[in-house]
Structure formats: structure tokens, C-alpha cells
């Protein structure tokens, strides 16, 4: 009897758990780590919005400050009547062609698209514009030349110029006539890239850069064109290029040298080199000028056969020598080229009949390019006072071939392109009570303020919206009020 008390008092006292306690104990875990794995993706979801808004509000701004600095952007937008004389067209014929018109009264300035769609659609069109009823003829080509670029929304198939809704016209901001006046594009094909980059240069944010090569210096390339892999051959402050492994492939390389002698393109805006020292501590950065075989410079004066460039206009050929606290030693080699398209911009303006801007809107896109079908127009009906808006798909097709429907999005936006006027998306669904044609309904968080035509009016969906920041009425600069008219 003594050895089973003793046996029960034991198993009485001995401790543990039951599989019970083991399965809800792994399923309260279960659901706390779920809880937070699920909050990773929903936090790097919010980050990113966040630095798409932060950007997008830096953008805003340069494009504000740009338009105070040169109000002709808006009033201009193709830069004309710089180059105007006596002669026809008159100086208040180029001034006013922009509003003295129906069609011209909301427009477009969208320097990277235009010349993003040129080179997609494969032709510029023309500057033709219409002044009182006729047509300016700026560059001698007929108005039928007019393409892709030189609207906004198109069929798929062409530019739309009639009914049932008109393409709104698109302007480059003035770089044609800034750049090359006189200048017919249409018979220039070459100058695609370099318009595409000057255009990127107006409207993009400009700090997004891609690496094309991240190497170890082999050597310094001196200011009378020589090499030197030792640095007491390198006199101080002679240093203005690197040697690379003559493996590497550099002809994919962007250089100032390149464009320079065609277009006024600041070198810093297109490759840029920085050269770390051997340790690691000091870095240099500086536009990448020339390549010559494996050698890379970054000085505008003349090295070997290198001749001296002033490759960013500044009326001054630099020496830019390799700072002293390098030794004359370089490390590692870092090339970037700077993205053509990363955050940007376009502007929408709607004038009065007195050549005002009256309503103003800052679109910040982020995309990777601009693709024709993300341009295209869809036949919709706004209604003035009214939340809903009728978008028709399409019969055509897109590029891959698929039915073609807008890229509608919750939260998205859409373009009344009839009356230049941007909207928020606030739901969408299908229309299944129009049993004879294919649509959405489409809920708009604010009402319409502008009826479409006739039922006739057209939409665009834009991807990549970051947003449409209202600018509101932009004044007439004192040289061209309605007295100079």
C-alpha cells in the first residue's frame, strides 16, 4: 500500500501539456505572425504612395516656378512668336492663334510626350496651327501632315480631328522653335533621340539615374591625352579621365559628345561618372563628356584627339581635374545614365475668349514611357451636375490584339477631352442594362462641370497618374495683354 501512495502522489505531481494545449497554442501564434507578415506588404504598399506623392508635389512645384519664370509656356506653347517679324504670320497673329480659335482654346503642353509619341508613332507632324479660321503655315508642310504627336488621343489608328469628339491639340513647350528654329521635323528623323531628350529634360524630375557599368579603375588618363597606372607619373591635378578593362562594352554609352554639335543639351543631363578613392572615403561625381575606346573623360578641354567642347553651353571650356585629396588614385568607377522618363509632367489649359488662362492643371505622371494605347480616346457622355459619366468600349483592338478597354482604375483619373477637364474615379462597373452597346458606368467623386457635345464627347485614361494638381487661372504676363492684341 506504501509503494502505490508513493507511485500516485508522483503522477499527481509530475507536469506537462496535452496535444490540446500544443494546437491552440500554434494557432494563437499562427495568427500573430500572419498579423504581422501581412503588414509588411501593406507597409511597403504605403511607402512607395508616399514617395509617388512626396515626388509628385516636388514636381508641382518646379512647374510652378517654371511657369512664373516663363509664363509664355502656357501662353505659348510652341514658342513661335520669338522668331516672329513684320512679316506673316504677324506678331499678333502668333500671339493670339492659341485662343482666337475654337479648337485651340484647350490644349496640352506635354514636352516629353510629344517627342515620346514622334518617335512611337514614327513621324513629328507639322506646327500648322489655325489663326482666325485659316491655317499658319510655320514650317511650309500641309495641315495634313498633323500625327500622333501633335495631339493628345488618338483612334489607335490616327489622330482624331472630327466628330464624335476632337483629340486635344499638343504643343512641346517651345523647344523646336528654342532649339532649331525653322526646323521640319518631318524630314528629320534623326534628331528623334535628341528632341526625346531634351523633352525628358524639361518635364522629368531628373534624379533618376540607371548604372551601366560599376567598375575598378585601371589607370587616370591625363590632360595631354597619356595613361598613367602610377601615381608618381601623374602630376597633381592633370587627372580628368579613368581607363576601364578594355572587355567592357562602353558603346552603349550616352556622351556629351554626342549631342553637343546638334542640339544644346547640358552635359550634366545625360551620363555622369563618380569616381570614389582607392579607400573608399571621398567620392566625385561629374558628366561623362567623351569615350575613347576604354579611356573615360570628364573635362570639356582638349585631350589627345579629344578636341576641346564647351558641351554645356556656358561660354566656358572647364578643366575639371580630379580633386587633389585623390592622390591621383582612383578606385571604383561608377557610370550612370539619367532615365528619359521616371516622374514628369504634362499641363492642360483652357483659355478665354480674351487669351486668359482660365483654368490651369499640373498632371504628374510615373511610368516608364508612353505606349499608344495608353492614349487612346473612348467615346463617353459627361453630364453637367451629374456624378456619372458613360465610357464605350471600344470594337478596335489593342497592341496585343485583345478587345480594347479604358484602364479604368478606382481612384484613378479620366480626361474629358472635349473640355480639357480632369476627374477622380471614384467606382466603375459594367453597364449591364445597355444590352445593345458595351460600357461602364463610371461614379466621379465630384460632379461634371461641362456637358459633352452633342452626347459626343471622348475620354482618355492615362496610366501611371500620380495626380492632377488644379494651378486655377494663370494671368496675362504685361506683354501680352489684350492691348498688344
Known amino acids: 500500500m506504501r509503494r502505490k501512495t508513493t507511485s500516485a502522489a508522483r503522477q499527481r505531481n509530475r507536469s506537462g501539456v496535452t496535444l490540446t494545449e500544443v494546437l491552440m497554442s500554434m494557432m494563437i501564434m499562427a495568427i500573430g505572425v500572419s498579423s504581422v507578415m501581412v503588414l509588411f506588404p501593406i507597409a511597403a504598399l504605403r511607402s512607395a504612395q ?288 539619367k532615365r528619359t522618363q521616371d516622374f514628369n509632367w504634362l499641363i492642360t489649359v483652357r483659355r478665354g475668349s480674351d487669351g486668359r488662362a482660365v483654368g490651369v492643371d499640373i498632371v504628374v505622371l510615373f511610368n516608364d514611357g508612353r505606349k499608344p494605347e495608353s492614349e487612346r480616346v473612348y467615346p463617353a457622355t459627361f453630364i453637367a451636375g451629374s456624378f456619372g459619366m458613360i465610357v464605350k468600349k471600344t470594337s478596335g483592338v489593342d497592341m496585343d490584339g485583345d478587345p480594347a478597354e479604358p484602364h479604368l482604375k478606382r481612384g484613378g483619373y479620366v480626361l474629358d477631352v472635349e473640355n480639357a477637364r480632369w476627374y477622380r474615379i471614384a467606382k466603375f462597373e459594367d453597364n449591364t442594362a445597355d444590352a445593345t452597346n458595351s460600357t461602364y458606368l463610371v461614379t466621379l467623386e465630384i460632379t461634371a462641370l461641362e456637358n459633352s457635345p452633342n452626347g459626343g464627347g471622348g475620354a482618355i485614361f492615362l496610366p501611371g497618374i500620380v495626380d492632377v494638381y488644379p494651378l486655377g487661372s494663370v494671368p496675362l504676363p504685361a506683354s501680352m495683354t489684350p492691348q498688344t492684341f
Request: hydrophobic fraction near 35%; charge should be negative; charged fraction near 20%.
Open 50 to 337: 508616399a514617395t509617388k506623392m512626396t515626388n509628385g508635389a516636388i514636381v508641382k512645384y518646379n512647374v510652378e516656378a517654371m511657369i512664373r519664370a516663363r509664363p509664355e509656356i502656357i501662353f505659348d506653347p510652341d514658342g513661335d512668336f520669338v522668331y516672329s517679324t513684320a512679316d506673316s504670320p504677324k506678331y499678333w497673329q502668333r500671339l493670339t492663334e492659341h485662343f482666337r480659335s475654337n479648337s485651340e482654346k484647350r490644349y496640352v503642353i506635354d514636352p516629353y510626350g510629344y517627342f515620346s509619341a514622334a518617335a512611337t508613332y514614327g513621324s513629328y507632324g507639322t506646327v500648322n496651327r489655325s489663326v482666325n479660321g485659316s491655317t499658319v503655315d510655320v514650317n511650309a508642310v500641309p495641315p495634313s501632315s498633323r500625327r500622333y504627336s501633335d495631339y493628345l488621343g488618338n483612334t489607335a489608328a490616327g489622330a482624331t480631328t472630327g466628330t464624335p469628339y476632337t483629340s486635344l491639340p499638343r504643343y512641346d513647350g517651345g523647344l523646336r522653335s528654342g532649339g532649331l528654329p525653322g526646323l521640319n521635323l518631318d524630314t528629320t528623323p534623326s534628331l528623334t533621340t535628341d528632341f526625346e531628350i531634351l523633352g525628358s529634360n524639361m518635364s522629368n524630375l531628373g534624379d533618376g539615374w540607371d548604372t551601366v557599368a560599376d567598375e575598378i579603375a585601371e589607370g587616370v588618363v591625363l590632360s595631354d591625352g597619356s595613361f598613367s597606372s602610377s601615381t608618381s607619373a601623374a602630376p597633381n591635378g592633370s587627372v580628368v579621365g579613368i581607363r576601364l578593362d578594355s572587355e567592357l562594352d562602353l558603346s552603349v554609352v550616352v556622351t556629351s559628345a554626342a549631342y553637343s554639335a546638334i542640339l544644346s543639351i547640358s552635359d550634366p543631363e545625360l551620363t555622369r561618372i563618380t569616381i570614389f578613392s582607392v579607400d573608399g572615403r571621398m567620392s566625385q561625381t561629374y558628366p561623362l563628356t567623351a569615350i575613347s575606346a576604354s579611356d573615360c573623360v570628364w573635362t570639356e578641354t582638349a585631350v589627345g584627339s579629344l578636341a576641346a567642347t564647351d558641351y554645356n553651353q556656358d561660354q566656358i571650356v572647364s578643366m575639371r581635374r580630379l580633386p587633389s585629396e585623390f592622390g591621383n588614385q582612383v578606385g571604383r568607377v561608377v557610370i550612370q545614365k
